[in-house]
């Protein structure tokens, strides 16, 4: 110690002549752009799917309905509600946030007196920061929380699969089915868009969890049909999927194919799976008609009550439009089987060749039986009724996928022309196709349809995959006439197609006439849709139902007819698709219970 | 009395109140043997009972205090406003907040406000976040030794319903059980920034003649005593620390 | 590392020794030997370094797990002597002996997972709770939510929603339910 | 300078032990007095009590007391999922949050084999904001040990550029204190444009300071006659007390995890920890202001050697249903104060099993310091205790 530590801390006076480094007005002083301030959020994007109520770690979160937002499907109605006696803004709820509407702003001030004041709906609750622009959002780029990019599922090659009709998806791995389910945020706003509402959050789960049976039991639940639902279902629950609003929606189909196709086709371990070894018969008897998935659903929902069940199949082999209207290699008939051959084993009895109003007629299975179900689907063709459709080279899609499966012979052209712009066009189309290449080894057909690209009806992949297999599909132009010479199909002449609706909405297409084009061909398929057969209702019988439009029969919300012994349900009454047939066969089954044992 | 008998008797009294304290410990009664009730022997021999908990504070009850008449208060108001002493007992991590408040970057002090070392001096507590219930029978003493009028800012979510603690077994959930709050401040932690605004706000409460809060501490007594006394357990201390 | 846990297990005949990478080691020895194994892994091989100790309560297998964490500064490694005691009536030999600050962890264990320290200093005294009356707090079994609930009044005046059951009472409170099967039925 | 004034106290009449070795201080004796120091304290980052027994004004029993603080995080954590218990755990100590931070996302990627796939981007972040968190930490507590002797202009210094730092921190990771940028995974973001000019603008000003407080504080007379040879650790106590960090380093020692078990990018900086050998708070003190010296060194290096772009976030599984599989970790860092280590163990749940955190202080500040104040005087008490950078939050957590 010396002289010069005594003096040498006076040095720090010169910072007396420094300016000051106070801030003049430091309340409200602007933070950072990337600050955790006070929340806002984008009520209109929302769509209240909780993840950020889950992944809070204070429970800070409530998910409120709030005004002027409705619930539908895709949309809960719900806003998060936030408690900031709570909140620890550490923004994990805007890192997680599915649609980006939630984050935080630079905002930070807020002093209250009263400690209950402290809890807001951002977006519902006006606050001065909710426009407010600077603030925390979610990190870019590579920053996700749960997978945005669906794990691809393995198919064959196009010029593999258009060779033979050997189903082409190969189905998930285990590795890549955990991978998928690990995605989900398990939010369940598909379950209300389902038809059949099934648990999708919990099978998927039950996957993560690598708990097949369990799996299996959820999809039960709801589904008797999963082998076949997980291969062919519309998936209208991809369409709301929360992952998917901002990446790829979450392949629920293909996951409900995993778990199906993880047990083994064996009606033993399906009963020991499902616990329906040994159901209480009640006595009752309850007759199905036709065995497309409404009723095959009706008939399993039934079973399980202890119903004894009897269905009437027209065709040789039961399935309905799922076996008869759906490729081989979209859908293959063992996994048909395999969900048949369970409902069967629960006493089932399926009579086939047998045509209701032919061999048999409804009265007579009205008393026989204590109720009656009909799920008799749409197996006619509709026409384009142009000129020249009447002629035998014009066929109807429904009519060759049946002969297709039947085995009948088939009559395959050089050229074909399909008009028609949904799902069955495209299976017309590439069965053709496999057809067309397995006879001549090239494929050469021209799909038309009404809908230009972007609205077609017809699921997107099928179009692509449809595509790549070597079909040419021109959507948006109209079908005018089918070009005859010398008494043989050459061709079809269509114009371009403006508008399909008028603004009524009633169907009423526009033309543009001067731009006609002639698609070649020597047959003409038409695929724009089916009617049914309604031929086994009696007179009297017809009397006592009513008709609401396109002559469709009116049932209730349980599809019960005006005739209470009565239900019909599936493709005739909602529809078309295989998912809001398993829906109808279920709640008619559960309306049947209830009518049966109205006096119990 | 000769000095060896004092010793006798003060070895006797120790060895009593060893058996006593061992067989309170045993019961959990939590009452450290030295603030026991107990008899000493003063210098002259005579023996005197003490009870230390009670003996060397007032038990009396706080009570109202009326404001003034007109000016008179809103002049004690101003005054009052425009000197906010804070306690600078930081309870929770909001605290790691004041230094940067009270140095020349935010300058606290310009507004009046300043940090006190003892409640003797202080009219303000900054209750800067969480509480555990060992601090909060701290913060208890403290608050009830501070001079009445005086003013209680919560800091942080913790104070309002539990913050990120809302399911320890060891902090408190919510403070308006256990004391009144003038001002609450949203954060975790507020910034400076905030914690300025939230003194704003306290002033204009203050001048409107709203800052009476200590007032309500002593007419609802009785309730904050009961929450208080439900979760500290070990009660070794006088009900009112004036 | 490797060698010198080939060293010791026949030694200490030590159970289910792991090597995490080649600094850390964690291996499971008697509970008679523990102490013992500690004093020797300080004093012949190196591990001066007393880190840290420390206790995971495996209440299915009805076991606390003691962990004893060693630090070898000269080669930088770390070895985890973990002693499995039962959870009824917990108590392990003291170490305070071995290194100073043992005790207070000793101390802390003792409130938090309730095992007894027989000779440990101060080993009664509260550590960092105050008038505690309910069971360590550190037991799985104690559930401090629930705790918190019942004293602390947490605010009132809160509910949510779960947007799968909101959206079924809104858009299909009438949807059929299958008969919930599950095993007792069969 | 000669003593002025010397107490040699006779230890061997006074205070008489008891059989068992312990002291026997009868405080009726109207010998002794106690004093309880504490809990609120201000000079350490957090409420902590010293239970004193005073003879005279030398100290012959100290006793620490701490709970003051006490949230039950290593209860909480594990009742949170494991991206979850990042935000909770960074609250066990705020002097340095970053460090809990980086052990939580260090121990979770470990057990659950990820700690391959960070991102090097990710990894020179994390360092970054830990050598900033180290460098704050630093701000307040080098002046804080002039503090303590009533030097205070150094500690309205050092708030001042903290301050500086924590606006860099606002920028990059959205917070002044509880940053909670490091994640299971990488990081929460890149940098901000125009912040490296920004923060070496901050730099020079710390430089200036740091030569400031050279002469406020190691060039005085009062702060050497408060600090020289008080508070002695013997280079002996090291491995007995588990001292570790500027604390082991100041009395001969040279532990350094960065050194030691290199961790993150710490291989291809460039540096040595600075040591003393004398033990006392004046060297406690110089370490630290070289080590402040080092870390405003280190940050350069950093933002030098940093790649420009790059991914901030390793492809991990989907938070809400992250498991991991049963095991167990040690993982450790150097925080300002020493060896900052977490003992993580999972069982197979989406949850941790247990979460232990091994903070310096809880044998500095117990132990240690009951050991060194005795026959100490109360104003030396302040300055022992913030010169081994008592943080009581993590002694409790």
């Known amino acids: 110690m010396n002289i010069k530590d005594v003096f040498t801390p006076f040095t720090t006076w010169s910072k007396v002549v420094k300016d000051p480094v106070t801030i003049k007005n430091p309340i409200g002083r602007e933070a950072a752009p990337r600050y955790r301030g006070f929340h806002k959020n984008d009520i209109d994007v929302c769509i209240g799917c909780g993840t950020c109520e889950a992944i809070c770690e204070n429970q800070a979160i409530d998910l409120v309905p709030v005004e002027g937002i409705e619930t539908k499907s895709g949309d809960s109605g719900l806003r998060p509600r936030i408690d900031y006696g709570r909140c620890c803004w550490c923004a994990l709820c805007v890192d997680i946030c599915t649609t980006n509407s939630l984050n935080l702003t630079n905002e930070y001030t807020w002093v209250d007196t009263d400690p209950d004041a402290f809890i807001f709906t951002p977006g519902v609750d006006k606050k001065s920061w909710d426009t407010k622009e600077e603030g925390w959002k979610k990190p870019v780029p590579n920053y996700h929380f749960y997978g945005q990019t669906r794990v691809p599922m393995e198919e064959l090659h196009a010029e593999e699969r258009v060779e033979s009709f050997v189903e082409f998806v190969k189905g998930y791995s285990k590795k890549q089915a955990e991978e998928e389910a690990d995605r989900c945020v398990a939010c369940g706003i598909c379950t209300a868009t389902c038809p059949a509402h099934m648990g999708i959050p919990d099978y998927i789960a039950a996957i993560r969890n690598e708990d097949m049976e369990e799996g299996m039991r959820i999809l039960y639940d709801t589904n008797p ?11 209208k629950c991809e369409d709301v999927c929360s992952v998917g609003v901002n990446g790829d929606p979450l392949s629920i189909r293909w996951l409900k194919r995993y778990i199906a196709d993880q047990i083994p086709a064996d009606v033993d371990k399906y009963n020991e799976i499902l616990y329906t070894k040994d159901i209480k018969n009640n006595n009752k008897k309850v007759a199905i008609i ?6 095959l659903s009706s008939a399993y929902y039934l079973s399980l009550l202890g119903y004894k069940i009897t269905m009437y199949e027209k065709l040789p082999q039961a399935g309905g439009m799922m076996r008869y209207g759906i490729p081989e290699y979209r859908l293959p008939y063992d996994a048909i089987d395999k969900d048949i051959d369970y409902i069967v084993s629960l006493g089932v009895d399926i009579k086939y060749n047998v045509t209701v109003g032919k061999d048999i007629t409804l009265e007579q299975l009205h008393e026989e039986n204590d109720a009656v179900f009909a799920g008799t689907g749409l197996h006619l063709g509709r026409s384009t009724r142009i000129p020249g459709s009447d002629h035998e080279n014009v066929y109807q899609s429904v009519d060759l996928l049946r002969d297709i499966v039947t085995g009948a012979e088939v009559p395959v052209e050089r050229k074909v022309v399909v008009i028609g712009g949904g799902n069955v066009a ?14 001549y080894g090239e494929v050469n057909i021209i799909t038309t349809s009404l809908e230009s690209e972007d609205i077609m009806p017809a699921d997107r992949e099928e179009v692509v995959e449809a595509r790549e297999e070597g079909c040419t599909i021109i959507p948006g132009y109209g079908p005018q006439e089918v070009m005859i010479e010398n008494g043989k199909v050459v061709g079809l002449r269509v114009w371009k197609c403006l508008s399909i609706f008028d603004e009524n909405h009633n169907f009423n297409p526009k033309f543009d006439e001067s731009d006609e084009r002639v698609f070649e061909g020597d047959m003409v398929i038409e695929s724009i849709g089916q009617g049914m057969d309604l031929s086994y209702l009696s007179e009297d019988t017809k009397k006592g139902l009513e008709f609401g439009p396109r002559g469709r029969v009116q049932t209730n919300d349980n599809f019960q007819t005006s005739l209470p012994w009565l239900f019909m349900g599936g493709d005739i009454i909602q529809g078309p698709d295989v998912i809001h047939g398993i829906a109808n066969g279920h709640r008619a089954a559960m309306a049947i219970d209830d009518f049966l044992n109205q006096g119990r | 009395m000769s000095e060896l008998d004092i010793n006798d008797k003060v070895k006797e009294m120790l060895e009593k109140s060893a058996e ?29 009972k003490v009870n230390p908990i009670y003996d060397y504070f007032s038990g009396k009850k706080p009570t109202e205090e009326k404001p003034s008449n007109g000016v008179v208060e809103k002049f004690l108001n101003w005054a009052r406003s425009e000197s906010i002493w804070v306690l600078g007992f930081g309870t929770g991590c909001g605290s790691i907040e004041i230094p940067p408040l009270m140095t020349p970057r935010f300058d606290a002090f310009r507004f009046g406000i300043q940090m006190r070392p003892t409640p003797r001096q202080s009219n303000a507590f900054i209750i800067s976040g969480y509480l555990s219930v060992k601090t909060l029978k701290r913060v208890i003493r403290s608050y009830e030794q501070m001079p009445s009028p005086k003013y209680v800012l919560a800091l942080g979510s913790c104070t309002i319903n539990g913050g990120m603690y809302y399911d320890s077994y060891s902090t408190i959930n919510r403070l308006d059980k256990y004391l009144p709050v003038d001002v609450y401040i949203a954060g975790c932690m507020p910034r400076p920034e905030a914690l300025l605004a939230g003194f704003m706000k306290l002033k204009e409460l203050i001048k409107e003649g709203k800052g009476e809060k200590a007032n309500e501490y002593a007419r609802n007594f009785d309730e904050y005593k009961a929450n208080q006394k439900k979760i500290i357990k070990d009660w070794n201390m006088p009900d009112y620390n004036w | 590392m490797k060698e010198i846990l080939d060293r010791i297990t026949p030694k200490y005949d030590l159970q289910d020794v792991s090597i995490k990478d080649d600094l850390q080691a964690y291996v499971v020895v008697e509970k008679k ?9 300080r004093d012949y091989e190196g591990f001066s370094h007393f880190v840290l100790m420390s206790c995971v309560d495996w209440i299915e297998d009805n076991k606390l797990q003691l962990l004893y964490l060693l630090n ?19 108590s392990m030999q003291s170490a305070h002996h071995l290194w100073k600050q043992i005790w207070t962890y000793q101390r802390e264990l003792r409130e938090a997972f309730g095992i007894d320290f027989p000779g440990s200093p101060r080993i009664e005294e509260n550590f960092v709770l105050e008038g505690w009356t309910d069971k360590p707090h550190m037991l799985r079994d104690f559930d401090t939510n629930k705790y918190a609930e019942e004293t602390y009044f947490p605010r009132t005046g809160r509910s949510t929603n779960d947007p799968a059951t909101y959206m079924r009472q809104k858009l299909y409170p009438n949807q059929p339910v299958t008969a919930k099967k599950n095993k007792d039925d069969e | 300078m000669s003593k002025i004034f010397d107490f040699k106290p006779d230890r061997s009449k006074y205070p008489a032990k008891k059989a068992d070795g312990t002291l026997d201080v009868d405080l009726r004796s109207q010998k002794y007095v106690k004093l309880w120091l504490g809990p609120n304290h201000p000079g350490v980052t957090g409420n902590m009590a010293v239970e004193l027994t005073l003879a005279g004004d030398e100290i012959v029993e100290a006793k620490t007391h701490v709970g003051y603080l006490h949230r039950g995080f290593e209860k909480l954590i594990e009742r949170r999922l494991y991206v979850q218990g990042f935000p909770t755990s960074i609250r066990m100590c705020v002097a340095e949050p970053d460090t809990n931070e980086y052990l939580i996302a260090r121990s979770t990627e470990v057990l659950s084999g990820y700690d391959k796939d960070i991102p090097e981007m990710a990894q020179w972040l994390r360092m970054l904001s830990l050598e900033m968190a180290r460098l704050q930490g630093l701000l307040r507590g080098v002046p804080g040990q002039a503090g303590t002797f009533s030097l205070g202009i150094g500690v309205q210094w050092g708030v001042y550029l903290r301050d500086l730092i924590l606006d860099r921190f606002e920028e990059l990771t959205g917070a002044r204190v509880y940053h909670m940028y490091i994640i299971p995974g990488g990081v929460r973001g890149l940098l901000p444009d125009g912040f490296k000019k920004r923060m070496e603008e901050n730099l020079k000003e710390i430089d200036n300071f740091i030569i400031r407080i050279r002469q406020l504080m190691f060039d005085n007379a009062i702060f050497k006659k408060r600090s020289v040879g008080i508070g002695v650790i013997p280079k002996e106590w090291v491995d007995l007390y588990g001292i570790v960090g500027t604390n082991a380093r100041a009395c001969g020692v040279k532990r350094d995890v960065r050194k030691d078990n290199p961790y993150l990018m710490y291989e291809q900086l460039d540096f040595d920890p600075p040591t003393a050998t004398e033990g006392d708070i004046y060297a406690r003190s110089w370490v630290r202001w070289q080590e402040l010296i080092q870390t405003v060194d280190l940050i350069r290096q950093i933002m030098a050697k940093m790649p420009e772009k790059g991914d901030i976030r390793a492809k991990m599984p989907n938070v809400l249903h992250w498991r991991i599989p049963k095991g167990e970790t040690y993982n450790k860092l150097e925080s300002g104060r020493g060896e900052y280590g977490m003992y993580y163990v999972t069982d197979g749940s989406d949850k941790p099993r247990r979460v232990n955190l091994r903070g310096p202080s809880y044998t500095h500040a117990i132990a240690l310091l009951e050991k060194m104040l005795i026959g100490t005087n109360i104003a030396d008490v302040h300055a022992t205790m913030v010169s081994l950078q008592t943080c009581p939050p993590e002694i409790e957590r």
């Open chain 1, 426 to 439: 495209m299976d017309i189309t590439r069965s053709m196709a496999r057809l067309q290449k397995a006879k």
């Open chain 1, 225 to 235: 049909l999963p082998e076949i639902c997980g291969r062919i279902c519309t998936h």
């Open chain 3, 33 to 41: 030997l523990a102490i013992d194994m500690v004093t020797y892994m």
């Open chain 2, 20 to 48: 006593n304290a061992g067989s309170k410990n045993s019961e959990k009664t939590f009452v450290h043997p030295e603030d026991e009730e107990r008899e000493v022997i003063a210098p002259d021999g005579s023996i005197i």
């Open chain 3, 72 to 90: 070898n500064p000269e080669k930088k490694c770390v070895i985890g002597i973990k002693v499995f005691i039962d959870r009824e009536n917990p």
């Open chain 1, 290 to 295: 036709g065995t497309g998935p409404s009723s």
